[in-house]
């Protein structure tokens, strides 16, 4: 028996029937053209991916007086690329129909291997571009990550002063020559100058403070007005983070124009902008998204992948791990996001290709040097000082906090998000973008630790004092002024910036529950390091006190040596920055992979893995899904997640349709229709497609066809075919059931359609629990399943059934779904 990959996907006979079916490839290229084409516009294709010419021999007055349509696979062609219409927008795809009909096309790729020498370059093209779509993915995503990360630290900068000698640079290009770059505009180089210095005041009084705080705040607004303005009127899927919506396109579902051109430039642009404006967001979750746009855009010169929409997603899953590889410098940490988050079909052949992509797409942000430092991490760090086994204890209180962060954190923003989407608060995406902007910038300019970039702070928090480290974190009371190598009592430097990050701390996490989700682009991973770098960074200062003040006392006695560092406050920082994020977004394996990449710190990666478990768990007994997960609900994405169980004792006579009180299951049969019924039938119906049976009054199934291909096929015969006429008999089966008499000179000829009818679809009884149910649609990837009893049709369960039904026991609206 066939596998179900090949037999649930509508039958077209093999490659050797299928080259006997034509005379050439023009001819066959001349008739997809003219049956894609509907006054004079695309009107996409079969799920095979184009139409067979009809049978020319006919032996029998009985075939002679059947038109026999069916369906051949366009992608062995070179015809029109009909792809991109074959799925309506919100749909999902049909991932056995899809790989069935990338087996059909390999097997015509190995029999004109062995035809010609023509043939055997073809294939041998064939099998290496896999490799080299993605390898021209990641050139491409390291490329645009390049850009805005040069982008946007320039842009950054602008809000605060300009390089009057070379204005292109930001300000730690401006100052590499002096040496003496700070992180606050107080420290800067004699080449970089404020905004109130370029008008003339260099004093430090009263009125240069006011100025500067007036042009961060105009600044912060044009650029959010940029942003926000872009986004409304060019590409309104430019919004937002693009990792929910990732997920559920990885997942097979059809969102037009979200992975399109105009949303990377777009996105590209508009996460330059957000980011400049001093807006609690991060670029880094937005890098997927764009990544995956270059994947999209990049799939469609190979007709392999950009016609087969089942293995465009496995580039597409090479493109999002190639995202957090260019945003993190992170390539492993790329491919195990992509693993363990991003993917819902991961093969062992994408997993090889997500690691080439990503490695290729680090390369070339190296290349680029975004950072300009020599390394490619975002925030390295210099220093490798050993941790106690005694420290796991903070390190898991760390974790708790992460925990509890990411599930408050989780709610009030999906309670925010939900307001906007169905208040009147999302009818002015723009006036609600300038507000957010103005308090934001209003609050931060007067606490350093909010003003500088986000990145710049966690970097700060993330370090170790150094001999010519002169910020508030490294004020200390030491003997002389070499003398680095142990801890030292707090000066009243560190005590007054511990309250600025406290304060810091609140701010950041309230107003990030506002941003994320407003109408800019707009990543949550570098705000939430943020939050968790300073819950950290204060920990670990508190600890380091306490060890000074209690160096001989239990537990310090027992790994505190004089002359030696007793704390690393940097590195209680990187631990709260791990659980922190972890606690949003729930990720585990690849958050420790990003953490060790981000830092280059391998030697902690065991208090990395405790505070991820950690909180990860704290997080889920609380709120039992991350941040994006909740996100795709929110937005009703059709989104069947691989991590939850289903525990009621439901069968599928429970969910099926149609239910008691509902109109019945509108049916084909087999041999008794005309081509008027059916297309009265066509425009009648809202559905994907239609089964089969036996007749009215025999309901035992015969098999099923989508819509589409019904629809194409019965235009195309009438438009090609002599003598089709709506009076015309329709037969779905190969036998026509009157037998071999002659047809009457006054009867039309019948319309075999045989060909675009899957013969074996995926069935279920009505006994069959639905936790099995479940399962086949998520391992099988099915759009939909008949259910049967004793061989007869009673009902049909689509995917939107299963997510209502599940939706409905959790006691959640199920009309909000978005889906076809």
């Known amino acids: 028996m066939t596998s179900p990959a090949t037999t649930s996907s509508f039958i077209v006979g093999s490659g050797a029937d299928w080259a006997a079916a034509i005379e050439s490839?023009?001819?066959?290229?001349?008739?997809?053209?003219?049956?894609?084409?509907?006054?004079?516009?695309?009107?996409?294709?079969?799920?095979?991916?184009?139409?067979?010419?009809?049978?020319?021999?006919?032996?029998?007055?009985?075939?002679?007086?059947?038109?026999?349509?069916?369906?051949?696979?366009?992608?062995?062609?070179?015809?029109?690329?009909?792809?991109e219409h074959q799925y309506a927008d919100f749909d999902t795809i049909d991932w056995l129909r899809d790989i069935g009909r990338h087996r059909r096309r390999n097997r015509e790729v190995q029999r004109r291997?062995?035809?010609?020498?023509?043939?055997?370059?073809?294939?041998?093209?064939?099998?290496?571009?896999?490799?080299?779509?993605?390898?021209?993915?990641?050139?491409?995503?390291?490329?645009?990550?390049?850009?805005?990360?040069?982008?946007?630290?320039?842009?950054?900068?602008?809000?605060?002063?300009?390089?009057?000698?070379?204005?292109?640079?930001?300000?730690?290009?401006?100052?590499?020559?002096?040496?003496?770059?700070?992180?606050?505009?107080?420290?800067?180089?004699?080449?970089?100058?404020?905004?109130?210095?370029?008008?003339?005041?260099?004093?430090?009084?009263?009125?240069?403070?006011?100025?500067?705080?007036?042009?961060?705040?105009?600044?912060?607004?044009?650029?959010?007005?940029?942003?926000?303005?872009?986004?409304?009127?060019?590409?309104?899927?430019?919004?937002?983070?693009?990792?929910?919506?990732?997920?559920?396109?990885l997942s097979g579902f059809i969102i037009r124009g979200y992975l399109g051109k105009w949303t990377l430039l777009i996105k590209s642009v508009g996460i330059m902008l957000s980011v400049s404006s001093g807006l609690s967001l991060g670029k880094e979750g937005p890098m997927v998204h764009m990544a995956s746009c270059c994947g999209n855009i990049i799939a469609h010169l190979f007709p392999k992948y950009g016609r087969n929409e089942a293995k465009k997603r496995e580039v597409l899953s090479a493109a999002a791990a190639a995202g957090v590889s260019i945003a993190f410098g992170a390539p492993l940490g790329g491919v195990l996001f992509s693993l363990e988050e991003a993917s819902y079909y991961f093969p062992l052949k994408t997993l090889w290709r997500s690691f080439f992509c990503s490695m290729v797409a680090a390369s070339v942000l190296k290349l680029v040097n975004p950072f300009g430092n020599d390394h490619l991490v975002l925030f390295y760090i210099e220093y490798n000082s050993t941790w106690s086994v005694l420290e796991i204890g903070p390190f898991i209180l760390l974790g708790i906090v992460g925990g509890v962060f990411g599930a408050a954190f989780i709610r009030a923003n999906v309670w925010v998000c939900r307001q906007r989407k169905?208040?009147?608060?999302?009818?002015?995406?723009?006036?609600?973008?300038?507000?957010?902007?103005?308090?934001?910038?209003?609050?931060?300019?007067?606490?350093?630790?909010?003003?500088?970039?986000?990145?710049?702070?966690?970097?700060?928090?993330?370090?170790?004092?150094?001999?010519?480290?002169v910020n508030e974190l490294c004020d200390y009371?030491?003997?002389?002024?070499?003398?680095?190598?142990?801890?030292?009592?707090?000066?009243?430097?560190?005590?007054?910036?511990?309250?600025?990050?406290?304060?810091?701390?609140?701010?950041?996490?309230?107003?990030?529950?506002?941003?994320?989700?407003?109408?800019?682009?707009?990543?949550?991973?570098?705000?939430?390091?943020?939050?968790?770098?300073?819950?950290?960074?204060?920990?670990?200062?508190?600890?380091?006190?306490?060890?000074?003040?209690?160096?001989e006392a239990f537990p310090f006695r027992l790994f505190c040596r004089v002359g030696q560092p007793c704390i690393n406050s940097g590195l209680y920082a990187m631990i709260g920055a791990a659980a922190a994020l972890g606690g949003v977004t729930r990720m585990t394996l690849s958050l420790v992979a990003i953490m060790l990449e981000l830092t280059g710190g391998l030697q902690y990666i065991v208090p990395l893995?405790?505070?991820?478990?950690t909180s990860k768990c704290v997080g889920e007994a609380i709120t039992k899904h991350g941040i994006y997960e909740e996100h795709v609900r929110l937005n009703g994405y059709p989104f069947l997640d691989n991590k939850d169980e289903f525990t009621h004792t439901t069968i599928a006579a429970d969910i099926m349709r149609?239910?008691?009180?509902?109109?019945?299951?509108?049916?084909?049969?087999?041999?008794?229709?005309?081509?008027?019924?059916?297309?009265?039938?066509?425009?009648?119906?809202?559905?994907?497609?239609?089964?089969?049976?036996?007749s009215e009054h025999s309901h035992y199934l015969v098999g099923f066809v989508t819509k589409q291909e019904l629809a194409l096929a019965i235009e195309y015969s009438r438009k090609h075919e002599d003598g089709i006429v709506s009076e015309s008999l329709v037969y779905f089966t190969e036998r026509l059931t009157h037998g071999g008499d002659a047809r009457r000179s006054d009867q039309p000829p019948e319309l075999k359609l045989r060909r675009v009818v899957d013969l074996s679809p995926i069935t279920v009884t009505d006994q069959t629990p639905m936790e099995v149910v479940l399962e086949m649609f998520r391992k099988l990837g099915l759009r939909q399943t008949l259910v049967t009893h004793n061989g007869r049709l009673l009902g049909i369960i689509t995917r939107k059934d299963v997510l209502r039904h599940i939706e409905y026991l959790h006691n959640i609206d199920p009309h909000n779904l978005l889906f076809n």
């Open 658 to 694: 149609p239910r008691p009180g509902e109109p019945a299951l509108k049916l084909l049969y087999q041999d008794s229709m005309t081509v008027e019924a059916v297309e009265r039938l066509l425009t009648n119906s809202d559905v994907n497609g239609f089964p089969i049976v036996v």
């Open 422 to 469: 169905f208040g009147r608060l999302g009818q002015f995406p723009v006036a609600e973008v300038l507000a957010v902007t103005c308090v934001t910038a209003l609050l931060a300019f007067p606490n350093p630790y909010t003003r500088m970039n986000t990145s710049q702070l966690i970097k700060l928090l993330f370090s170790k004092c150094g001999p010519e480290d």
């Open 477 to 551: 009371k030491r003997n002389t002024t070499n003398d680095f190598s142990g801890s030292a009592p707090a000066g009243p430097g560190i005590y007054s910036a511990m309250w600025k990050l406290l304060l810091a701390f609140g701010f950041k996490i309230i107003v990030t529950i506002f941003t994320f989700g407003i109408k800019v682009p707009s990543g949550l991973f570098i705000p939430s390091l943020a939050v968790g770098a300073i819950a950290g960074r204060v920990l670990g200062n508190l600890l380091e006190q306490v060890a000074v003040s209690n160096m």
């Open 113 to 249: 291997r062995r035809v010609n020498y023509r043939g055997r370059l073809a294939a041998a093209f064939d099998s290496v571009s896999g490799w080299l779509c993605v390898g021209l993915i990641a050139v491409a995503a390291g490329l645009v990550a390049g850009v805005v990360d040069i982008g946007t630290n320039w842009m950054s900068d602008l809000r605060s002063g300009i390089c009057v000698e070379a204005f292109w640079f930001n300000k730690e290009q401006c100052c590499w020559s002096a040496n003496d770059t700070g992180f606050d505009d107080e420290q800067a180089c004699a080449q970089w100058y404020t905004w109130a210095e370029l008008v003339g005041n260099k004093n430090k009084d009263a009125g240069a403070y006011i100025l500067r705080y007036v042009l961060y705040v105009f600044w912060s607004l044009l650029f959010a007005l940029l942003a926000a303005m872009l986004v409304r009127m060019f590409a309104p899927y430019a919004c937002g983070s693009g990792i929910p919506e990732i997920k559920t396109i």
């Open 609 to 613: 893995m405790i505070a991820a478990v």
């Open 25 to 83: 490839d023009d001819e066959l290229e001349a008739i997809e053209t003219d049956a894609l084409v509907n006054n004079g516009e695309s009107v996409g294709q079969f799920w095979g991916g184009g139409t067979s010419l009809p049978m020319r021999q006919r032996k029998s007055q009985q075939q002679r007086s059947t038109v026999t349509v069916g369906v051949a696979d366009v992608d062995l062609t070179g015809g029109q690329d009909g792809a």
